[in-house]
């Protein structure tokens, strides 16, 4: 069955523009998990949704949210983009219920200019 | 709160050598444990997970990891390097309430030495 698929794959936006990522999960699976990864902070966990709610939220200020729709696929967008918003940004998706396992896709490579 | 922590942000071994990546959780009560690569420029695969179903955990490509409560420690080892795992291990953590959230350790870099 096809994987976690992240688009687009690389970006290149400019410091104060917003960016939408986009996650489409496993069929079948319906939660959905954002992470943050960089160099000097590591993988850090942004949201999960689930059944198009979000069920947990890491620590991020509000210029990083998400949502979900109906058929499980899922977009993250980051508004007035700053610097330190360069990342890799991955999505996970899983069952949802407790300790599935969770999938990850290749990733959404964001540089802030 | 929970967290991983990971000993050696890089490791070298020789192919054919014992490959051991450390790993300690902080949780009072232990959590589920996993050990993920990330190949460059790719996501995360799962080698293995612990769910305290049993302490000793076989994973893919030839890895497994042991839980000891006594040392708070689920350390991943391979018998036998192999250049094709040349990559980045991160040791992660889930509170046993499964609350679908993933705590990473700081991740571990692995050279293979031909």
């Known amino acids: 069955k096809a994987g976690v698929t992240q688009t687009p794959r690389y970006l290149i936006k400019t410091r104060g523009q917003q960016v939408t990522l986009s996650c489409s999960p496993i069929?079948?699976?319906?939660?959905v998990s954002w992470y943050q990864q960089t160099p000097g902070q590591g993988l850090q966990f942004l949201f999960e949704?689930?059944?198009?709610?979000?069920?947990n939220k890491g620590n991020f200020p509000g210029r990083f949210s998400g949502r979900q729709f109906s058929n499980s696929r899922s977009e993250m967008n980051v508004s007035t983009l700053e610097l330190g918003d360069s990342a890799l940004y991955l999505c996970?998706?899983?069952?949802?219920?407790?300790?599935?396992?969770?999938?990850f896709g290749q990733g959404t490579r964001l540089t802030v200019v | 709160a929970q967290s991983v922590t990971q000993l050696g942000s890089h490791v070298s071994v020789s192919e054919g050598a014992l490959v051991l990546l450390r790993c300690n959780y902080s949780?009072?009560?232990?959590?589920?444990l996993f050990w993920y690569v990330q190949y460059p420029n790719q996501g995360l695969q799962l080698l293995l997970k612990?769910?305290?179903?049993?302490?000793l955990v076989k994973g893919i490509n030839g890895f497994e990891a042991e839980f000891k409560k006594s040392e708070t420690s689920f350390h991943l080892t391979k018998p036998s390097a192999h250049m094709s795992d040349a990559a980045e291990y991160f040791c992660?953590?889930?509170?046993?309430?499964?609350?679908?959230?993933?705590?990473f350790g700081t991740g571990t870099r692995l050279t293979i030495i031909p």
């Open positions: 949704y689930f059944s198009e709610t979000q069920r």
């Open positions: 949780s009072s009560v232990p959590p589920y």
């Open positions: 996970a998706s899983s069952l949802g219920d407790s300790l599935t396992e969770a999938f």
């Open positions: 069929s079948g699976h319906r939660s």
């Open positions: 612990y769910t305290s179903a049993a302490t």
């Open positions: 992660a953590s889930e509170s046993n309430f499964g609350n679908e959230k993933l705590t």
